[in-house]
């Protein structure tokens, strides 16, 4: 045994493959990914894992370097796409292949290290289904080092900074009203289509949201943090 302590323990010692497809996959899916179509290349990386779950009591990414410091690891505990969704959304895949965007038919060019993507490129990042947003109430969701809340209004959906300029409140948890979200700390108004507010000099920043084939996706450019 490593060590590092591990963060999680989800997987007994006889895990199998299966019992990781069967985990990670549904997992993946509610992000916009899949497992690879190049199934000898994901038993391989999953063999690998099988391993490194026997030495160290968790599903790491094989393809990272662990640092030691548990907070730090969490981030590379496969899969790892929630903490990466910006980076892997501009390479359509996570960092070894793995798993690889929904929408891509066949993944056997996304095998392995990809030229790196310029900053600022604007990336469609899928963040979750739409069936699994509440008409009711907005989802926080971190992208990059952005903090966004997504709201569904209908079958649209919009995207905006998740902190309210007032106080820093978080419109993730606050309440949806009609086309305007009301933060839950004084109750400021937004408007999710653009994201004004009759406070002056207050707006907050939006991004543009789609639903494609049921998965909601938020543009962004990679990784520039102001929001």
């Not at 007032?166 to 009301?182: I, K, N, Q, R």
């Amino acid at each position: 045994m490593s060590p590092d302590k591990p963060i999680r323990r989800v997987f007994s010692a006889d895990t199998t493959i299966d019992d990781l497809k069967a985990y990670m996959g549904p997992f993946a899916e509610r992000l916009g990914y899949k497992f690879n179509t190049e199934t000898d290349f994901v038993d391989e990386v999953l063999a690998s894992e099988i391993e490194i779950l026997e030495r160290d009591g968790d599903v790491y990414c094989p393809c990272r370097v662990r640092s030691g410091d548990p907070k730090e690891d969490a981030q590379i505990v496969c899969p790892c796409i929630p903490f990466f969704r910006d980076e892997f959304a501009a390479i359509s895949k996570c960092w070894c292949g793995l798993f690889i965007l929904s929408e891509i038919e066949d993944g056997a060019d996304l095998i392995g290290v990809l030229e790196e993507v310029e900053p600022g490129t604007l990336v469609q990042v899928p963040v979750c289904r739409l069936d699994d947003l509440s008409a009711s109430t907005p989802r926080h969701f971190k992208i990059g080092k952005r903090d966004i809340a997504v709201v569904r209004v209908g079958d649209e959906v919009f995207a905006l900074s998740n902190l309210c300029r007032h106080a820093f409140g978080p419109l993730s948890e606050g309440f949806v009203d009609g086309y305007h979200v009301m933060c839950p700390w004084h109750g400021w108004r937004y408007d999710v289509r653009d994201g004004s507010t009759d406070h002056p000099n207050a707006d907050v920043a939006t991004f543009p949201a789609s639903v494609r084939d049921g998965v909601v996706f938020v543009a962004v450019p990679l990784g520039r943090a102001k929001a």
